[in-house]
Structures are given as C-alpha cells and as structure tokens.
C-alpha cells in the first residue's frame, strides 16, 4: 500500500531538515525555531472531515483510482478497501495487512468524521509491477459493521482511552497536522495477534 501524502512530506521534511552535517547548514539560535511545548501539542484535535470521501482523499492512503477504496453506500455508511498484496506472499502476510485495513476503516472513520456507525469491508488485491496490474482475490475478506459506541467500547476492553480520539496522536512539529496511531494502539494495529484481538472486540467476520 503506498504512503499517504502526508506521511511523504514529512520524510522530505525531515530530510531537508537533517542537512549534510555542514556546521553553516545549522541554523544560529537565533534563527532556529522556538520548540513546541508539551502543553501547546496536548491542545491538538485529530482532524476532522466532512465525510469518508474528503477524509480518504486527504489522507492518500487509499484512492478510488487505484480501486483501494470504494464508497458502495453512504446511508447507510459502507466502504471498501484493498489491502495490496503481491503473488506468494504468506497467508500471514496476506491476513495482517488485510486485518490493518479494516481497523483502519472503522477508526480513521469513526474518528475523524461525524458517521455514527460505518460498515467496512476489506478485501485483498492482488498487483504486479512492470507492467502494472491489479485485480481482487475472492478470499480472504474481513466484513465489519459497527456502531460508533461500539468501536469506543471496543477500545475500552483493550486499552486505556475515554474517547476515540485518543487512538492518534496528533502533531504538527514538521507544518503539517500528521495524527499517528497512539503508541498504546499501535500493538492492535501492526500486530496479527492485536488485530485479531480488536476485530474479535468488534465482532468482524472474516
């Protein structure tokens, strides 16, 4: 799955920001900026968008032009999303990526939109490169549906949150407003043991 726009900035921005070592590459105290406080980063909100479609383009982390996100319904709100997978990769490959994308799908949603309910399914997509192609694999597939009390109690079961914005951790030290996974969700979120603990939460078939 490529990167989202956003998280492509922050690399060339860290880039541009690491110089080449040169000391007249560093800036003087004087002209270095004032660091952010702890206190002005704790005042940062997820962001917030009109709907799945504006929240998806911005992101970048899926696209309708590619066939990685697809709005089947919006009321009631249903999305789908391709995990990319390529030839031989391993079933437990195959199933953490696709597991990542439905809990992606239910959070980034819930979170960052106003939808009181969102049901997603994720389906596996298969690409080869040069020359490109793409086409989706009949199984595995995750299908949840869920309410936004629902994904907030699940969370509760397994971490310590009161609210689902407290699943990111919002920041914009590099100009840009980047909201990563908290480091508590990370575990549920890259891990196939986490995932399969929150979709079990989340009653997601698969």
Not at 18 to 24: F, K, R, V
């Amino acid at each position: 799955m490529r990167k989202g726009l956003k998280s492509s900035l922050l690399v060339a921005a860290m880039i541009g920001l690491s110089g080449c070592g040169d000391e007249a590459s560093t800036p003087s105290s004087a002209q270095a900026p004032m660091p952010k406080s702890v206190a002005a980063d704790a005042q940062l909100k997820p962001q917030h968008f009109a709907n799945v479609q504006a929240m998806v383009e911005d992101f970048a982390d899926f696209a309708e032009e590619n066939g990685t996100f697809k709005l089947i319904s919006s009321d009631p709100l249903h999305i789908q999303l391709a995990a990319q997978v390529v030839a031989n990769d391993l079933e437990e490959t195959i199933q953490t990526e696709l597991q990542r994308v439905a809990i992606y799908g239910v959070y980034r949603t819930l979170i960052h939109t106003d939808a009181p309910a969102v049901h997603v399914t994720a389906v596996p997509m298969e690409i080869t490169v040069n020359p490109y192609s793409a086409r989706f694999l009949d199984a595995p597939k995750v299908d949840v549906v869920v309410t936004r009390d629902e994904a907030l109690q699940a969370a509760k079961n397994l971490i310590e949150v009161e609210s689902l914005a407290d699943l990111v951790t919002p920041d914009n030290s590099m100009g840009i407003q980047i909201d990563s996974w908290s480091s508590a969700f990370q575990p549920y979120y890259y891990k196939l043991e986490g995932q399969q603990a929150v979709l079990a939460e989340l009653g997601g078939k698969r």
